[in-house]
């Protein structure tokens, strides 16, 4: 498939080709057109399964000026630029003049002639995007996998390429192992960037990427995009497929300005050294990427089909036709993990799919941020679970609420004035991220003023699902999604929608014991994926209640304050209006049932007679 | 020879097709001008002080005596017709003694010559040859004569005719208004005449998009109209340099995010934040050159940030023998400042644009970081090449110009390029928007503009009749019922008239409606709270938790670069104008809220601290939410009892509401209904239920900046009604139920309710209204659960009165008591507490008891030491 490669490995052949026919016709429109080219190239079959991916192929095994792939978050908007749309070269031996395209490149060609009048300038603006953060492991793998398996049919691109694809297999076994084994805290993927050259890790510390949370590593990039840059908001997540640029000359300029210019002249003080370096990074650390096209990544779940789901019907009426039993093999796994209390198993799959699906005002409706108190504080237990966890969600982060942490970590991206740039938080996250805070690492002590600030932002976060990003002369609220569990021993210090206590059903003499042994409980990838796959889907679901249930959800409400004024409040009907939304998905339906308001209304008396029990007892009520 | 400076062709450009090139400025590309003058090569010529920037400089004719320079060279056609030439030619030599100063602000490149149109196919511009000749400036339409002239005209006759703003205090509003400005100058001496650009489209469209379109050529142009003016009016006065006309206020006001290469070198008038500012930069304007043979010396203009050195030496021959003298060369002053989009402009989910504005000569240092400004200025783009002088004497300050069209380099030796531009602005008049905040009213509506159509469904909607209803029921729909603690919250928004009694000595009226809500937790007071905040521009949402009174006042910190005190100001001021949300206000520290009582009734708050003594305005209104003590409200005690505030404090709400669950069938069945709603229905249904949240604010915004409504007879005399009303419910009882500070609060009530009709007038109707709604939250958080009254001193003095003569009654009784106990000096404190208790029919409890005891003590009757109680007569 000659025609394949071109576009893949020399995708400015065809912007040029196109720009070139469109000079006899001015109002041609070729800028739509390329992008229209591209789009119909990757919608066919498997398309975008041939283009290499920044995420998994190392930076320095891509061909310059190829066509690549990057999934990532909008972690920053840079100013827009203006640059040489088209230019005029002139040959200094035949004084010939050439009409140039200057889209998708960096850097224009020799002997620019800057007095022409075919020059036009236009506008782009550029993104700094990360890898998502928090991505588990078992998401590379997975990537990776069928990846191999695509890239074996075809031609390998550059010679320079072969070695890596079995590389990367090799890495992302390691992963896994890793991801079994693994004791820190942050559990992130040693990803492909391990066997990336140790002096490019090496330059990279000195150079802050900006990563939303501490550990993280992977390419991040400056991608440029030249239309419709509105549409995008930050911390979107995307597939970008673009023109890599890693033109060496860009990162000779950033040298040659350190040296001299802030010297020689006094007008170029404005930026500062921190700004040119945070803005023109070296190419072969921040690779430049000229989008052609991007593709919004709804669930960032590799084992679901890119499209969506109601373009995939075959898929999707598969999938909830399995779901009631893949639900009953889910909740016996999590009960197993949650020392085995169903109760709270079941309202861990509530919270696992939950998702703000609108807002009203500024009330974020089908939030569920779950506080799991009465955690056993002894061997490392809620760090086991999180790794349990791990396996089931795309990306996830653990927070251990120590107070050092507290006092110490930066949650809330702050913008940088002298670098100008927005520094990221460990709130910085994709939607739909999953956010373990492990309250019994917080012991006594007091916190400081970037500790109370931390645990407004947690705070707001939870009620409101919004965090204030810090613009040092004011703040701006960006709204968020994130699934944000909170494990304690007691009653959580912070704000949650619902609480329940843990009840150990089992008593294993030998805790640590216990829990290994539900790690290595070998649960085959097979069944892992049908549960990633239960997850991602359930929580994409619509949902409907109808004018009977309607009525019905009523009278019942009117029912209960009938009986006990006291007893339901208007928060309490919210909390059970979500849980039967949640409860009727994990189930696979779209439209609440009677059967299902009855369950969610008794699972939620039976979470709150549990929870009266305790009352009295931690003492850590209002 | 690299000569990239010039810009490339402009000829579309002209022809009002907006997608050319950004780099045609309206300055002719010196290339060609070159061209045209000499058709020599590119080479750039050593200018003696070119006769080009004379007459490009905004005052042309400078004074010889000052500057040794030849005079112009000999007119070629093209010198012909020249501002320079022209003002020579006229008789009036005073303005010639006063030397012009350059404006770096309109870029240093326009050496702009004149083209004649018949010659110069080029110049091809849409206006009709004359029958003469006909000189525009190369590649615009402006011919400088008339342009000139229809300024002029416009100075001298211009009267605006809706000049009512302050702005323009002490002026007579029927003779031409700049004509009066220009006197001011003459008096005054600083020769900046700002010119509202709105005020010349009113009178010319023509020369308004004539100076928007080439800024760099018009504003010249003024400048040398207003100077011709001047010194014929006034031929005596003595001004620094010549008078230099600042345009601002250019319709096409435009937010960052909407810069776009269309608007390269055109008058634009941004809004933004100023985030940073840099230090002062020396620009050379002037180089001077010695000869280092014969001490001939002479003087090279920057041309295009470049100084081109004499090589050879005029005088004695030699050549490279001329060096820089730099302590004789002119410099003017030149900052760089960052300024960062304004948060209400932006849209949702992104990140601020930033932009790079200079400020020259006199507006550099104008503005501090934090300042929120609107700039009138050119947006151009500059090269990131440095022109420097190839001298060897030549120190670390290099003249930098400014440069269009010369994208990155990325090195010197390599000759492909970084096909990126630079952008920055030249500001020529910085307006701060928040400038007027500290004294006197600011006019939100000039930053609030609305369109025809906006003001034409804002009118609409306010004819409605039930345009109060809708309105409040509009507010925080996701919040259900709670009809009059929305309708309280909506005439806050909408606030009173603002009176000023300064003259009598009582200084400023509190227009700002207070309120405050308590009730159970979990009653939405927070996302009410939450609500309000997003709605209005200027809002402020702490938590009395996490505030102290530092936060909400100002505090003084050493700013770590200049070292000097700043001011910070905390939440109250900076929602001044605004409304300050305090949520858990029940959690807040007593040294916190005592700050509020001065804000709270006289708008302002009082700063003593490191050497700073000021009084800084905070006209904001206080929404305050807090949570009864016990947790949940105890309807047996009183509202003071429940929430355990300071009655001082308490009596400056105008309303206070109580959320409470009101149990009862029908209420949660609506309620229910509400709920299920909200989670199922689409988003486009809810669009339709209600208002969007944007018009209501712009209405608001509408109201508060149009509408004044002042009270008329008979709404004064049912306040007066009112008022008497609600003395006379008390007397009955020998209370007393209301005080001149409820008055007050009705009349805010009954002008924001007025505001809400978009009446002019406060009515009958307002004032019924505002008593209706004053007395529903009187009922719920005055009664006294004892009687079932509405007792205003609950409020006012923090007990009710029948608490009040309970306590006295115990206290008669106690000092019984111990009379007929007799002549025993000292008592236990407990045994006297349980005789006490045996004797009253009543249930005395601890407390009660210990107040009767401070009344006696009081009276000096007796003492409490400890637990023994002495009597001390």
């Not at chain 1, 000026?65 to 040489?84: A, G, T, Y």
């Not at chain 2, 450009?13 to 090139?21: E, K």
């Not at chain 2, 928040?434 to 609409?460: N, S």
Request: charged residues 25%.
């Amino acid at each position: 498939m000659p025609s394949t490669h071109d576009w893949i490995n020399n995708p400015l052949d065809v912007v040029e080709g196109m720009f070139a026919a469109s000079q006899s016709n001015p109002k041609s429109g070729w800028e739509a057109k390329v992008v229209e080219f591209f789009k119909d190239r990757l919608k066919e079959k498997d398309a975008h399964t041939w283009v290499p991916s920044l995420n998994d192929v190392p930076l320095h095994y891509l061909k310059p000026n190829s066509l690549v792939k990057f999934r990532c978050l909008i972690q920053d908007m840079f100013d827009p630029e203006f640059f040489m749309g088209a230019y005029e070269t002139v040959d200094p031996s035949t004084n010939a003049k050439v009409l140039r395209c200057g889209r998708y490149k960096d850097v224009t060609e020799c002997g620019v002639d800057f007095n022409s009048r075919n020059t036009v300038t236009a506008e782009r603006q550029t993104f700094y995007c990360v890898p998502i953060p928090g991505e588990n492991p078992w998401f590379s793998l997975i990537l990776s996998h069928s990846y191999a398996c695509s890239s074996q049919a075809r031609v390998v691109p550059s010679t320079s390429y072969a070695p890596t694809r079995q590389k990367r297999t090799e890495d992302g076994q390691m992963c896994a192992s890793q991801g079994h084994t693994e004791q820190h805290g942050n559990g992130d993927c040693k990803r492909q960037e391990t066997e990336a050259p140790s002096s490019q890790t090496a330059s990279a510390s000195h150079l802050d990427l900006n990563f939303p949370l501490p550990g993280e590593k992977g390419p991040s990039c400056l991608v440029k995009v030249y239309e419709d840059w509105d549409s995008f908001k930050l911390n979107d997540t995307l597939e970008v497929f673009g023109i890599l640029s890693v033109s060496p000359a860009l990162s000779a300029l950033a040298d040659e300005k350190d040296a001299s210019s802030s010297i020689l002249d006094p007008t170029e003080s404005m930026e500062t050294a921190e700004e040119q370096r945070v803005h023109s990074p070296p190419a072969s650390l921040v690779p430049r990427l000229h989008m052609l096209y991007a593709r919004p990544l709804p669930h960032n779940n590799p084992l679901l089909p890119s499209a969506t789901l109601e373009d995939n019907s075959a898929f999707l009426s598969s999938t909830l036709s399995e779901m009631a039993s893949v639900r009953a093999e889910l909740l016996t796994y999590l009960t197993h993990v949650l020392l085995g209390d169903a109760l709270a198993a079941e309202y861990l799959i509530l919270h696992l799919i939950s998702n703000v699906y609108a807002r009203r005002d500024v009330l974020p409706l089908g939030k569920f941020a779950m506080n799991l108190s009465g955690c056993p504080a002894a061997a490392l237990y809620t760090q086991r679970f999180y790794q349990i966890i791990q396996q089931l969600v795309p990306s996830s982060f653990y927070l251990g609420m120590s107070l050092q942490n507290m006092n110490q970590m930066r949650l809330v991206p702050k913008k940088d004035y002298v670098a100008n740039r927005l520094v990221s938080g460990a709130l910085q996250l994709a939607r739909n991220t999953f956010l373990f805070l492990d309250e019994t690492h917080l012991e006594q002590g007091q916190l400081d003023t970037t500790g109370v600030r931390n645990v407004t932002a947690l705070g707001n976060l939870i009620s409101w699902q919004k965090v204030d990003y810090d613009f040092n002369y004011h703040q701006m609220e960006f709204p968020c999604n994130i699934n944000v569990l909170i494990a304690s021993e007691g009653r959580s210090l912070l704000p949650s929608d619902c609480q329940i206590h843990l009840q150990s059903q089992v008593s294993p003499p030998n805790m640590e014991e216990y829990l290994s042994n539900i790690q290595l409980h070998p649960q085959t990838s097979s069944q892992l994926n049908k549960f990633r796959i239960y997850l991602s889907v359930a929580r994409q679901l619509d949902y409907s209640i109808s004018d009977e249930m309607t009525k019905s959800v009523e009278d019942d409400f009117v029912d209960m304050r009938k009986d006990d004024p006291q007893s339901v409040s208007a928060e309490d009907l919210h909390r059970m209006l979500v849980v039967a939304r949640l409860l009727s998905l994990s189930l696979g339906q779209t439209s609440l049932t009677r059967d299902s308001w009855l369950r969610a209304k008794h699972i939620d008396m039976l979470r709150r007679s549990r929870m009266e029990q305790h009352q009295c007892v931690n003492g850590n009520e209002p | 020879m690299s000569s990239p400076t010039s810009t490339p062709g402009r000829k579309r450009g002209r022809d009002g097709n907006p997608a050319t090139p950004s780099s045609e400025g309206p300055t002719s590309p010196p290339s060609q001008r070159r061209r045209g003058q000499d058709s020599s090569n590119g080479d750039l010529m050593p200018m003696p002080t070119s006769p080009a920037t004379d007459m490009l400089s905004p005052a042309a004719p400078q004074d010889t005596s000052l500057f040794s320079s030849p005079r112009p060279h000999p007119l070629s056609p093209l010198m012909y017709g020249t501002p320079s030439s022209r003002v020579e030619g006229t008789p009036r030599s005073s303005v010639r003694g006063t030397p012009a100063r350059q404006r770096p602000d309109l870029g240093s490149v326009r050496k702009a010559p004149q083209v004649d149109l018949h010659s110069d196919a080029d110049g091809a511009v849409a206006s009709e040859p004359n029958a003469g000749q006909r000189l525009v400036i190369w590649g615009t339409d402006v011919n400088v004569g008339t342009c000139k002239e229809k300024f002029q005209r416009f100075l001298q006759r211009f009267i605006d005719p809706t000049a009512t703003e302050d702005e323009n205090a002490g002026l007579d509003l029927n003779e031409p208004l700049y004509m009066q400005k220009l006197e001011e100058i003459s008096v005054v001496g600083d020769p900046v005449l700002n010119v509202n650009c709105l005020q010349v489209q009113s009178f010319d469209a023509e020369l308004y998009r004539q100076l928007i379109c080439y800024p760099q050529e018009v504003i010249p142009t003024f400048d040398m109209a207003v100077n011709e003016l001047f010194f014929e009016r006034f031929p005596d006065s003595i001004l620094e340099y010549q008078i230099q006309v600042r345009p601002y206020n250019a319709l096409k006001t435009r937010n960052m995010r909407s810069l776009n290469p269309e608007d390269i070198d055109q008058l634009i008038t941004i809004s933004g934040m100023v985030i940073r500012t840099s230090q002062l930069i020396p620009e050379m304007q002037e180089a001077f050159f010695q000869c280092q043979v014969c001490a001939y010396s002479t003087r090279v203009e920057v041309d295009r940030g470049r100084i081109a050195e004499p090589a050879v030496c005029r005088h004695c021959n030699n050549t490279h023998s001329l060096a820089l003298v730099h302590n004789r060369s002119a410099f003017s002053d030149k900052q760089m400042i960052k300024i960062q989009e304004s948060p209400e402009d932006m849209p949702a989910g992104q990140t601020p644009h930033t932009t790079i504005v200079y400020a020259h000569n006199d507006l550099v240092d104008k503005v501090q970081p934090g300042d929120r400004i609107n700039i009138t200025e050119l947006l151009l783009i500059s090269p990131r090449l440095h022109f420097t002088v190839q001298h060897p004497n030549s120190l670390s300050h290099v003249p930098a110009g400014i440069y269009r069209a010369v994208p990155m380099r990325v090195s010197p030796i390599q000759s492909n390029v970084k096909s990126v531009y630079k952008t920055h602005i030249d500001a020529i008049h910085f307006r701060k928007t928040d400038e007027k905040r500290l004294h006197g009213l600011d006019e939100d509506a000039e930053q609030k503009l609305f369109t025809e159509d906006r003001v034409q469904t804002l009118k609409e909607l306010a004819a409605k009749p039930d345009v109060y209803e809708r309105l409040s029921s509009a507010l925080a729909p996701s919040i259900y019922e709670h009809e009059d603690i929305k309708k309280g919250i909506l005439l806050q928004l909408f606030g009173g008239t603002r009176k000023d009694f300064s003259q009598t000595g009582r200084g400023n009226f509190r227009a700002e409606v207070n309120i405050l809500l308590c009730g159970d937790p979990g009653t939405s007071k927070s996302q009410l709270l939450q609500y309000v905040f997003n709605l209005v521009p200027r809002g402020q949402y702490t938590s009395g938790k996490g505030s102290s009174a530092v936060g909400l006042t100002a505090y003084v910190m050493k700013d770590p670069e200049t070292r000097q005190l700043v001011l910070q100001t905390g939440a109250l001021v900076l929602s001044d104008n605004g409304i300050c949300c305090i949520d858990e206000f029940d959690k807040m520290s007593d040294s916190t809220r005592s700050v509020l009582h001065e804000v709270m009734e006289q708008q302002t708050l009082s700063i003593a601290k490191a050497g700073i003594i000021c009084q800084l305005n905070a006209r904001t209104a206080v929404l305050a939410a807090a949570n009864p003590v016990e947790s949940q409200w105890n309807p047996k005690k009183t509202t003071i009892e429940n929430i355990q505030l300071p009655h001082t404090l308490l009596s400056r709400f105008d309303l206070i509401f109580l959320m409470l669950d009101p149990q009862d069938e029908a209420y949660d069945r609506r309620l229910a209904h509400h709920l299920v709603s909200l989670y199922y229905q689409s988003e486009e249904q809810i669009e339709e239920e209600f208002l969007d949240m944007a018009v209501l604010r712009d209405y608001i915004a509408y109201a508060r900046t149009y509408i004044n409504p002042r009270l008329s007879e008979e709404a004064s005399q049912a306040l007066i009604e009112a008022y008497v009303d609600m003395r006379k419910i008390g007397s009955g009882r020998g209370m007393v139920s209301a005080y001149p500070r409820q008055l007050e609060s009705l009349i805010r009530l009954a002008e924001a309710h007025a505001k809400v009709r978009f009446s002019e007038k406060v009515e009958t109707i307002d004032v019924e209204e505002a008593k209706r709604l004053h007395r529903e939250a009187l009922k719920q958080s005055a009664t006294d659960p004892r009687t079932g009254f509405v007792d205003i001193s609950i409020l006012t003095t923090g007990m009710s009165a029948t608490a009040r003569k309970r306590k006295e009654e115990v206290a008669q009784a106690l000092k019984k008591l111990i009379q007929a106990k007799g002549k025993t000096p000292a008592m236990k404190y407990q045994q006297l507490l349980d005789d006490l208790r045996g004797q009253s029919e009543t249930a005395i409890t601890k407390e009660l008891f210990d107040e009767a005891l401070r009344s006696l003590a009081d009276e000096d009757y007796l003492t409490v030491t400890g637990k023994t109680v002495r009597l001390l007569a």
